[in-house]
Structures are given as structure tokens and as C-alpha cells.
């Protein structure tokens, strides 16, 4: 596939990268489980010459994947943290990072307790008011690092505002673009310099492989990711690639879906007196609102609320509903509930990134949208 911006988003996830393969015809890439490959010579190869430097599943991923965020370059992870530890491995002692002031744990907890240790410093920012940045920005940042909408407290960060304050100070602006997937948003077309995603969630989508992915049109630090995706060697295997490829297919239409059962299920919560506050980017009353219907195609399939009665009727109601599954991860096609304060962002109890005790996140998946309506209602009926 060639001229791949003539193309609609849904054309490019089923063909970019996925030409028939050459030898057989195969017309999807197939999972070349091999750890090598045969020279003809020596210093000769035909393109690949070893598993962690390159396998042709994986570069069919890569190309998809880069064509779907509008990226010239796309390299992939063994895991959404392999693909942010790697982008992090370029900061030198005495960089600092920023990191918006709500962000999944596991990545607060790289940048707050790995990267520290080698001598990195980090701070985290409200980034819902970009001049913020701007009137402290800190000489020695190099890094503004940012998820929108974050996880798992739904906020909203100005993707363009950001990026021309970061760009102005001569630094990167990172977004972790996971929650959105590149069908709702393309932070590079944006102005952001990386994007990076785990692609263990909406890309996969079926909740059964673990990957990460990095997206960028700046070809120095391209040639560096590739060199440490090799030199690191956190790579991902050719059946986990075949995987996120073949989940990569259907993203926009499970997009549809999550998107509009999400929105069915925000109805139902703003309408339950067990119910605080429920945070939603499609919501009128929502702080990030408008920013969020002027960078994303819609609101997304994650859900977060607060529960009135507190912590502990929080993680019961966690444990209580039948179709969503109480279970870490999101993005798959099942709804899954969780509890983020004991659960996924655990790692940042007492910071300044710790998460509210009585709220519980939904990944709102792609069952029929009344059966999911009636688990959680009867749920928090119960509670
Ligand atoms: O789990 P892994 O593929 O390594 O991805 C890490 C990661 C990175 N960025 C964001 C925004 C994420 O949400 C995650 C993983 N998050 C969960 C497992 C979770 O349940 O929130």
C-alpha cells in the first residue's frame, strides 16, 4: 500500500504494512516464528538477520500501527512500559521530566522510583492550565510527559496549547495516547513529538496480548529508538504481533461501539443516587469538554465515578457486578471494573498522583449495551 494518507483510517488499519507476502501469497503477514535467519554471505542478509533486530511480522505491525497515528517511524515493544522505559532511556542525569499530574501507575512508578535513581528528575504539573507550564518551566526539563485522557481520573491536557509551550523551551512533548487509541486522536498531527501506546489495550482489543508501541516523525530520536529496541531487546514476539496486527483491523469499529455503550453507561450513573461525581470527557460538565471534542472524534469507552459511600462500598461494588469482570487492564472488547486506588495506581498512594478511595474505573466493552446497564444497576442498587 502506497500514498497511505489518500486512505480512510479503517482502509489503513487493514492494509498499511500488509501487502501478500511474497513467497506464498499469504494475504495476512504470517507469524514468522523464527529466531533467525539464513545469509548469503557473510555481512550479506536479506533484510533480516536476527529475531530481536527485526522479524517480518513485526515490521507489518510497526508499519500498520505508524500509518495509523500519520507516524513516519513506528517501533515496537514487548509491553506498553517497555516502549515508555525505552523513550525514557534517552534522558541523561539531570534531565527532568513532567509528568501530567495524572497518569497510570506503572508509569509514574518508572519515572518516580527507576528513572530517579539514575539520577533523572521528574515533577508532576496540572497541565489543564498549560501557562502554568510555561510561568515554572524548569531549564533543565527535556521532557513534558502526558496521557489524555488520563488514566484513571479521565482529565483532559490541550495536546496543541502543550506542545507549543514545550516546543518553545526546546523540549519533547510525549503523549501516551492509550486511552484515546489513534482512532479518536493523533497527538502528532497535534504537535506532540512521540506518541506511545500500550497496545495491550484498544489496539489489541481482545484483552489477550501485552505490547507497546511508540509513534514519531522525528527521525534522530526514530534511529535512537531503534537502536534500543535492539540494543535492549524488549521486543515483542512474532504471535503477540500477529495479534495486536489482527486487532489493529477492527479498532475502528469496536471504537464505534465502546464509545457508544460508554455513553449509555454515563447516562445510568449520572442518573443513580449511589453515584458522586462521574468523570467522562463527553460530559457537558466536564472541565476538559471542549477540548476534547476539538482533539478527539469522540469520547472514548473509559468511565471512572466516585461512590458517595465511600472506599468500601467502592471495592464491594467492584466485586459485585457479573459482566464486568473485576480485573486490571482495559481497552478489550469485555467491560471490565476496577478499583484504581487498591488496583492499577496502588504505586502511587502518598504522592502526588494518588487517585480519590472511593472511585472505580470502567472500560465499557462491546456487549449489548442494556444487559451492561443492568449489571451495573443492580450492582449499585445493591451497594
Ligand atoms: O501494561 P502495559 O502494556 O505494559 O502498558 C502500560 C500502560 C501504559 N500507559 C497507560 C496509559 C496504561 O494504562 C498502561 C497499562 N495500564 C493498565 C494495565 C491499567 O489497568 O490501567
Not at 495524572?102 to 528513572?115: K, M, P
Not at 510561568?135 to 488514566?151: C, I, K, Q, S, Y
Not at 507549543?164 to 523540549?171: K, L, P, Q
Not at 535492549?232 to 464509545?259: N, S
Request: aromatic fraction near 6%.
Amino acid at each position: 500500500m502506497t500514498n497511505e494518507t489518500e486512505y480512510g483510517f479503517e482502509t489503513i488499519a487493514l492494509h498499511a504494512g500488509q501487502n501478500p507476502e511474497q513467497v506464498t501469497g499469504a494475504v495476512i503477514p504470517p507469524i514468522f516464528q523464527t529466531s533467525t535467519y539464513a545469509q548469503p554471505a557473510v555481512g550479506e542478509h536479506l533484510g533480516y538477520e536476527y529475531a530481536r533486530t527485526g522479524n517480518p511480522t513485526r515490521t507489518a505491525l510497526e508499519e500498520c500501527l505508524a500509518a495509523l497515528e500519520g507516524a513516519d517511524h513506528g517501533i515496537c515493544f514487548a509491553s506498553g512500559m517497555a516502549a515508555t522505559d525505552t523513550v525514557l532511556r534517552r534522558l541523561a542525569p539531570g534531565d527532568h521530566i513532567v509528568l501530567g499530574d495524572d497518569a497510570y501507575g506503572g508509569t509514574f512508578r518508572l519515572i518516580s522510583a527507576i528513572y530517579t535513581g539514575g539520577g533523572v528528575k521528574w515533577s508532576p504539573a496540572d497541565l489543564t492550565n498549560p501557562a502554568v507550564l510555561d510561568a515554572h518551566w524548569n531549564p533543565a526539563t527535556t521532557v513534558v510527559w502526558l496521557e489524555t485522557p488520563t488514566n484513571p481520573l479521565l482529565t483532559v491536557f490541550d495536546i496543541e496549547a502543550i506542545a507549543e509551550i514545550t516546543h518553545r523551551h526546546g523540549a519533547k512533548l510525549v503523549v501516551d495516547n492509550t486511552f484515546a487509541s489513534p482512532y479518536l486522536q493523533q497527538p502528532l498531527a497535534l504537535g506532540a513529538d512521540l506518541v506511545t501506546h500500550s497496545t495491550t489495550k484498544y489496539i489489541g482489543g481482545h484483552s489477550d496480548v501485552v505490547g507497546g508501541f511508540v509513534a514519531t516523525n522525528d527521525e534522530e530520536w526514530a534511529n535512537d529508538l531503534r537502536y534500543l529496541q535492539n540494543a535492549i531487546g524488549a521486543v515483542p514476539g512474532p504471535q503477540d504481533c500477529f495479534l495486536t496486527l489482527r486487532g489493529a483491523k477492527t479498532l475502528a469499529v469496536r471504537m464505534d461501539r465502546h464509545c457508544e455503550n460508554a455513553r449509555r453507561i454515563v447516562e445510568l450513573l449520572l442518573s443513580h443516587p449511589a453515584v458522586g461525581d462521574v468523570l467522562y470527557p463527553g460530559l457537558d460538565g466536564h472541565p476538559g469538554a471542549q477540548i476534547a471534542a476539538r482533539q478527539m472524534k469522540a469520547a472514548g469507552g473509559m468511565v471512572s465515578f466516585r461512590v458517595k459511600a465511600g472506599m468500601e462500598k467502592a471495592m464491594e461494588l467492584a466485586a459485585s457486578t457479573k459482566l464486568f469482570t473485576l480485573a486490571e487492564s482495559l481497552g478489550g472488547v469485555e467491560s471490565l471494573i476496577e478499583h484504581p486506588g487498591a488496583m492499577t495506581h496502588l504505586s502511587a498512594a502518598g504522592s502526588p498522583l494518588e487517585v480519590p478511595d472511593d472511585l472505580v474505573r470502567l472500560s465499557v466493552g462491546i456487549e449489548t449495551a442494556d444487559d451492561l446497564v443492568e449489571d451495573l444497576r443492580s450492582a449499585l442498587d445493591r451497594i
